[in-house]
């Protein structure tokens, strides 16, 4: 098991998850015991070509659940899987929301329309902005490697080698 820090923890989760285009973000409710998860679409995938600094930025509304949970409890936690690919990730941090006008300009794009119609003016329309912490990830040879690996297995007996897991702390 691979267990990195720093700039590095961070560079090697931002190359398994900068092409992944929808992840899963779970906040927990006022209890803190259960927990709720829905897609979420990173507004920062589009900076991909620079240093990831553990930050990352997702549109919402100020009156949805997620918004009302991350104010009571700022734990959350991203997952991120691609098949194709044999990455998975999961990314726990904190969350909090922002309402800075100027972020909201910075980030926004009209592909936002579908789930804001008011547009970047929407007076519930805020930013979450998630504070990577920690990370485990999984990543494998890939499917093809992946199928022989397996098929090996059942000639052998031998258990497969499925990749690599690791920790990453992300913190600075």
């Known amino acids: 098991m691979d267990t990195l820090h720093g700039a590095e923890a961070r560079e090697k989760i931002w190359s398994l998850i900068k092409d992944i285009r929808v992840a899963q973000m779970a906040t927990t409710d006022d209890s803190g015991r259960i927990f709720h998860a829905r897609p979420m679409i990173a507004q920062n ?63 926004w794009n009209d592909a936002n329309k579908a789930w804001f119609p008011e547009g970047k003016d929407d007076p519930h329309l805020v930013l979450i902005r998630f504070e990577a912490e920690d990370a485990e990830f999984w990543h494998g040879p890939g499917p093809v490697i992946m199928g022989l690996a397996y098929l090996k297995t059942l000639v052998t007996g031998d258990q497969p080698d499925i990749g690599k897991f690791g920790k990453a702390n992300l913190q600075h």
Do not use: M, P
Not at 55 to 69: G, N, P
């Open 45 to 107: 995938l589009k900076d991909s070509h620079d240093e990831f600094d553990g930050t990352l930025w997702f549109f919402t509304s100020d009156d949805s659940r997620k918004a009302r949970e991350i104010e009571h409890n700022s734990h959350a936690l991203l997952t991120y899987a691609d098949n194709g690919k044999q990455a998975y990730v999961s990314v726990s941090g904190q969350a909090y929301i922002e309402r800075d006008r100027a972020v909201i300009d910075e980030y």
